[in-house]
């Protein structure tokens, strides 16, 4: 599985966009890149996932430059409850399901 | 989507104790993941469960530490036996099958505490 490196934490403030890089050098033709956010006392949710040039949903968007060694999620428009932990994780999607969680990013959301 | 229950939320447990962890899923899945997340830090994989057979660990995980149980479809336990303070973490059951587009679904983990 591709290893993942993300910036460790983030601040911002509210009704800005947040742009969280992920980097995964070694990412394999078979890999997408998906996106979990994680509440406190709370499991992970999946946000996003894709596997070139750019995804969207109604919660964020990811963005993946041709060669695919790194992806951004980009949060429009950020508020207080998007206050949470971001993993960034890189895997083929027939592996089984089996997640390799990297450090994630901790995003702080200010008034 | 997947409704995933976890019992207990928490616990404080003694040392030298076992707690034994349940998982109950709305829907039949094929695998089931338990993860540990230390205070402050991602999260590990520590086994996989699969109905019908032997739980798959993780590299620093053994069945007499972290015994599972997967009597069918929709549910597991997962037991941390003879606790020390080092076992004190949040426990997470996971599910995901590829009907499901690969999204995995959490439970809200179980808070552990060894005094």
């Known amino acids: 599985l591709a290893k993942t490196t993300q910036p460790i934490s983030m601040d911002s403030y509210e009704g800005q966009e947040v742009n969280i890089t992920c980097s995964h050098n070694n990412i394999a033709t078979n890999d997408y890149i998906t996106w979990y956010q994680q509440f406190p006392s709370q499991g992970p949710r999946f946000i996003i996932q894709g596997y070139k040039t750019k995804v969207t949903n109604e919660v964020a968007s990811l963005f993946i430059p041709a060669d695919r060694k790194s992806s951004t999620l980009s949060l429009p428009r950020v508020s207080l409850s998007d206050t949470a932990v971001y993993y960034c994780l890189v895997g083929d999607r027939g592996s089984g399901d089996k997640l390799t969680f990297g450090t994630g990013t901790r995003l702080a959301v200010r008034p | 989507s997947a409704v995933i229950s976890q019992k207990p939320s928490r616990d404080i447990c003694q040392r030298g104790t076992s707690l034994t962890i349940q998982c109950q899923v709305d829907?039949?899945?094929?695998?089931m993941f338990w993860y540990r997340q230390q205070p402050g830090q991602s999260l590990t994989l520590i086994a996989t469960?699969?109905?019908?057979?032997?739980?798959?660990?993780e590299s620093g995980f053994v069945i007499d530490k972290f015994p599972i149980s997967r009597p069918n479809l929709t549910f597991s336990t997962l037991t941390v036996s003879n606790m020390s303070p080092e076992d004190s973490s949040i426990y997470l059951c996971?599910?995901?099958?590829?009907?499901?587009?690969?999204?995995?679904?959490f439970g809200q983990g179980t808070r552990l505490t060894v005094v």
């Open positions: 996971s599910v995901g099958t590829r009907s499901m587009n690969t999204e995995a679904f």
């Open positions: 469960a699969n109905q019908g057979s032997e739980a798959t660990y």
């Open positions: 829907s039949q899945v094929t695998m």
